[in-house]
């Protein structure tokens, strides 16, 4: 048996009970700095993206054919006219149901199962633990064993429904080169652009992506291409944070844009027609 503050012996794997200490942590630097801001960020974007899900307004411009992301696709008779790029299959949708309420929960699996934002929440918001050397408050630790965490393991289903929903976002952004005053560049064209090209980065740089393109291969110099496709999506994999938080930034500026642009709170900059 093991007593309150026993430790392993060397190569004998991991003391099973925790050293005894009088307070939470000895550690004397701001070790709460780093979650604190991660819980800011992510419920920064929480609030505007559900905020902004329900309002039903400021979600297409017309003009320049601008759709924001968190309404595509379209697909209801709620749907203001031109912004269902795909038809409304769909009838009319109760207030209560965002526009987008195929693709949202499948966004939302796939970020709240994203390896880099486990990490990050099970730290600043679980607090399990919060920081390295810092006891975390819960009694028992069961890992992603059982219900409700058991269910990260769907995440490679979520990656296959992200890269569909980001096909879709493509679409949405070549379409709106051609405005009411036909084919142009806004810069409303760029922020949709920039916005794309981060969430490709950030899907393909995704874990599963990886396991998928290079995983379970036996002899990789029998399966060059694979092999070069794994190389690449390895490349991207090692900046998954800094996509994920990119990516978080550019779909709040380009549903702000939109918003702004077409309420007519702000004019298009034009840079061609
Ligand atoms: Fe982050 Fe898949 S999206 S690991």
Known sequence: TTEPGDRAAPGSGPARTRVALDRRTLRTDRWWVPPLLTTLGLATFVVYATVRSFMREGYWDA??????????????????????????PIGELPGFIPLAFLSLPFLLGFRLTCYYYRKAYYRSVWFAPPACGVAEPHARYTGET???????????????????????????????FGGERGVGIGLGNIVLLVNVFFLWCYTLSCHSCRHVT???????????????????VSKLNVRHMQFAWITLGTLVLTDLYVWLVSTGTITDLRIVN
């Open 214 to 232: 290079g995983g379970r291969l036996k002899h990789f110099s029998k399966n060059p291409i694979r092999y070069r496709i794994w190389t690449q």
């Open 146 to 176: 059982r219900l409700p965490l058991i269910v990260q393991n769907a995440h490679r289903y979520f990656f296959y429904a992200a890269v569909l929903i980001t096909v879709i976002n493509t679409y949405d952004a070549v379409l709106a």
């Open 63 to 88: 003009e320049n054919h601008y759709l924001t992301p968190f309404y595509s696709p379209c697909l209801s008779e709620s749907c203001v006219p031109g912004s269902s790029h795909f038809g409304t």
